[in-house]
């Protein structure tokens, strides 16, 4: 077994501060990077957030042509449908032209 002489532990002793010292620097360095990235991640989140914009005037002006478009179609294709669409998108009933007054119901 070897033996530690006495002014090399008295080195470590000494030097043992300005390690820990070191050690310190190193963490809170470390912590510090963790915070700045967490920062500036929060920053470019609240820009991204900003910078989002709503759809131009024109854009929803297509999108509302093309769903009274839409519309208009439905209604060609099955006109005796008894049920037709308001714009606003309220039913109306329209009695079918069939069979108008021709019948009573005696179950009900």
């Known amino acids: ?7 090399g532990m ?4 000494l030097l043992a501060h300005e390690v820990a ?12 990077q963790i ?11 609240k820009r991204a957030e900003e910078d989002v914009n709503e759809t131009p005037q024109t854009e929803k002006d297509r999108i ?11 209604k ?6 008894g049920i037709q669409q308001k714009w606003e998108g309220e039913p109306v009933t329209v009695p079918p032209d069939e069979d108008t007054g021709r019948r009573i119901d005696v179950k009900a």
Do not use: C, S, Y
């Not at 010292?21 to 470390?30: F, L, P, T, V």
């Not at 042509?65 to 179609?73: F, L």
């Open 64 to 74: 509302h042509k093309e769903k009274e478009k839409e519309q208009g179609k439905k």
């Open 35 to 45: 915070r700045a990235f967490a920062r500036a991640m929060d920053e470019q989140t």
């Open 76 to 81: 060609r294709e099955d006109p005796k449908q």
């Open 21 to 32: 010292r070191i050690q310190k620097a190193q963490e809170d360095g470390n912590q510090m």
């Open 10 to 13: 008295q080195n470590v002793v």
């Open 1 to 7: 077994m070897k033996l530690v002489d006495p002014i």
